[in-house]
């Protein structure tokens, strides 16, 4: 190899390959998630070399003139030389360089398999192969896998209480589900010298957007829509509950743009999905909801010098839009699950409040409805300036969690409730152990019906098998399958999906012929393989057995100091969990899993009843729309228990429909529903999770 170092003197680059000594020669080492360093000792004694300096440029290449290695300097020694065994001259010196990417990058690249990862197939005759069993064999073999990750929303709940114009607590049978961590995503309230360059990118040619008195101040903009621009550094994952608000807001007459807006890809007003439109052309001076890239029909007329306080509420029943994604390499195959993102329907309501006005007066609703798609995932954008002129006080995001409050009025009349504080002239607030409370003012009135839309909590688990290996088992009539279970750390699994996602995941490694040994493999380059190996690579070792497929981990390389060129490379490769995983996964389930946990097939289940609804609700009766129509042979069932769908037993059968809208009689002022999909297979199988209908209603 040829080692060229250029000491930053002017000099350029100067080849110090005479003095490289033969007892310390070239080393390069590779590892995966490291950084690639050189050393090499040197002999500068009657070289005429100079002395390298730290921070100078080392480079080494091949006879070729291939780069092998290209670096810093970090440090060089001569203290290293003596103990080493050498004469003690003053002038021998150990060098020891880092790759060039130290210097620009965070950490070195931790990829299971880089885009530049190649195959090198090699006869083991021309190799020295050394192989060990690895010390977690058991688990990284095991065939039956099941893991456990955070708390997930389960069944889709719906609640029905009446109102009687005096109560204002209303206790829910579970309390609605909420993910863990800070609800706040967002809170800026444009107090410092520069935007937070950590939350905000900013599209901005002209300085239009800045910081002052009055907070986020807006001096107009180009004219053209999405080219003044302030928005979240990183998009906004649209599940659960959402309350975007922008407070102390000021416009002047002839503002155009778009505050608080949510977009679905392209920042600009047709891919809006949810936002505030303000209008000042033509002399007019007006706030409307836009509602997917749509205007709507109702406006609010601002004024100059007042001050507003404008909100986005999102809502959707999925709490998890985007499932996470689990990978591994198995035999030089990278494999991903999960990944993918969650369709659903999405509720909104959009309204201003003229902060000027009696605390009392109620906020004016610019819209109250919903969309049967939604984006998994929007960038949000506070300010869109065509041409805003005014301020923003403050901008918040927060999550609501689960629940969703609709009031439908005896004359049938339906209106959403808004969730918060009594001071910002919301509804109700949801208490931690699931009591909905009312604000003074705005109790449900007699007849008045209140719907109370929420997920139920549980412990997300899944169990996968390997099914080959249980049909080859069961035909040798050997007993059960080598087991694991544990729980998933990293990424974190939301959801039974994401457990079922990272089990595959580990389901596959289990299956691969390198998984549960490591070793090693020696050759000399040009004559076993002439191209060079670095980490993520995979050798392909040949022999009258078949080829064996072995990941490479580790790499190093020594120069032979000899014309013509010898390099010795001794690859360390190892398949399991430690090194193939992009995810961390640990022993033992979480406490509260439960002990019947049931394998997962894969099979396709009819969907769950996300959109259920109670359209009506009598003394006798209950009309309920399913969300959803049924494909043909297949129908909705309704059961008192949630324990025996697909059983034969009837004792709890309420009914069955192949409507979609079908009618539940009632009995009793408390009772519950559960309600799955069938299908027409032979056994029938049945959406995944329950839709409950709860009831504390007057009967006949």
Not at 284 to 311: K, P
Not at 659 to 671: D, M, N, T, V
Request: some cysteine; charged content about 20%; hydrophobic content about 40%.
């Amino acid at each position: 190899m040829i080692l060229r170092i250029d000491n930053n003197d002017g000099a350029g680059e100067v080849d110090y390959t005479p003095a490289v000594r033969t007892d310390m020669p070239l080393e390069i080492t590779r590892n995966r998630g490291k950084w690639t360093v050189c050393s090499a000792g040197l002999d500068l004694a009657g070289s005429g070399l100079v002395m390298p300096q730290s921070r100078s440029q080392m480079r080494v290449l091949d006879s070729s003139g291939a780069v092998l290695f290209h670096g810093i300097l970090e440090a060089t020694s001569r203290a290293s030389c003596a103990m080493a065994g050498t004469n003690g001259s003053d002038d021998c010196v150990v060098l020891r360089a880092v790759e060039m990417a130290w210097l620009t990058q965070g950490s070195p690249s931790d990829a299971l398999q880089p885009a530049t990862s190649m195959q090198h197939a090699m006869a083991l005759h021309d190799v020295t192969l050394k192989m060990d069993a690895t010390s977690s064999l058991f688990s990284d073999l095991a065939q039956d896998v099941m893991v456990s990750g955070e708390y997930e929303p389960t069944q889709y709940v719906t609640e029905l209480f009446r109102g009687d114009g005096a109560t204002a607590s209303f206790a829910l049978q579970h309390a609605p589900f909420r993910e863990s961590g800070n609800d706040t995503l967002l809170d800026d309230a444009f107090d410092g010298s520069v935007f937070d360059s950590n939350v905000w990118s900013r599209v901005d040619v002209a300085s239009y957007l800045s910081l002052g008195s009055g907070g986020l101040r807006m001096n107009g903009g180009t004219g053209a829509d999405g080219a003044t621009l302030l928005s979240s550094k990183t998009p906004v994952e649209l599940g659960g509950g959402l309350v975007a608000e922008a407070s102390d807001v000021m416009l002047t007459a002839g503002s155009d743009g778009v505050l608080l807006g949510f977009y679905d890809g392209t920042t600009t007003r047709n891919h809006c999905t949810a936002g505030v439109r303000v209008r000042g052309t033509a002399g007019s001076h007006s706030l409307v909801a836009i509602v997917n890239g749509v205007e709507q029909t109702s406006s609010y007329d601002f004024a100059n010098g007042h001050r507003y306080v404008l909100r986005v509420r999102l809502h959707c029943a999925e709490m998890q839009r985007i499932r996470s994604r689990y990978g591994v390499l198995v035999d030089g195959v990278l494999q991903q699950f999960g990944g993918d993102s969650v369709g659903a329907p999405m509720h909104v309501v959009i309204e201003v409040a003229d902060l000027g006005l009696a605390s009392s007066t109620l906020p004016t609703v610019l819209y109250d409805g919903a969309m049967a798609i939604s984006p998994y995932q929007c960038v949000f954008a506070p300010v869109n300036s065509v041409a805003l002129n005014g301020s923003v006080g403050r901008v918040t995001l927060t999550r609501t969690g689960s629940c969703l409050v609709v009031s439908t009025a005896a004359d049938g009349t339906q209106r959403t409730r808004r969730q918060g504080v009594s001071t910002s002239g919301a509804d109700y607030v949801v208490g931690a152990a699931g009591v909905v409370t009312f604000a003074a003012g705005l109790l449900p009135q007699p007849g008045e019906l209140v719907t109370v839309r929420y997920r139920r909590r549980g412990r997300a688990v899944a169990r996968v098998i390997d099914d080959t290996a249980e049909f080859v088992r069961e035909s040798l009539g050997l007993p059960g399958m080598p087991a694991w279970s544990g729980e998933v750390r990293s990424p974190l699994a939301r959801s039974s999906a994401d457990c079922e996602s990272a089990a595959k995941a580990l389901l596959a490694l289990s299956a691969g012929s390198a998984t549960g040994i490591s070793g090693s493999v020696t050759w000399l380059r040009n004559a076993a393989l002439a191209a060079d190996v670095a980490p993520g690579d995979t050798l392909l070792i040949a022999s009258d057995e078949g080829t064996q497929t072995l990941p490479v981990q580790s790499v190093r390389m020594v120069d032979g100091n000899c014309d013509p060129e010898q390099v010795t490379y001794t690859a360390a490769f190892r398949q399991g969990r430690d090194v193939s995983l992009d995810f961390h996964v640990g022993d033992g389930l979480a406490a509260d899993v439960p002990g019947n946990v049931a394998v997962v097939r894969d099979v396709a289940l009819p969907v769950s009843l996300a959109g259920l609804q109670v359209t009506a609700a009598t003394t006798a009766a209950l009309q309920v729309d399913s969300g959803v129509d049924a494909p043909d042979g297949c129908g909705f069932e309704v059961r008192r228990s949630d324990a025996n769908f697909g059983l034969t037993t009837t004792s709890d059968l309420v009914l069955r429909s192949a409507a979609r809208g079908f009618s539940i009689p009632r009995a009793a002022f408390a009772e519950r529903f559960f309600v799955r999909m069938y299908d027409n297979s032979v056994p029938a199988k049945y959406s995944a999770v329950s839709s409950v209908v709860l009831t504390s209603l007057p009967v006949s």
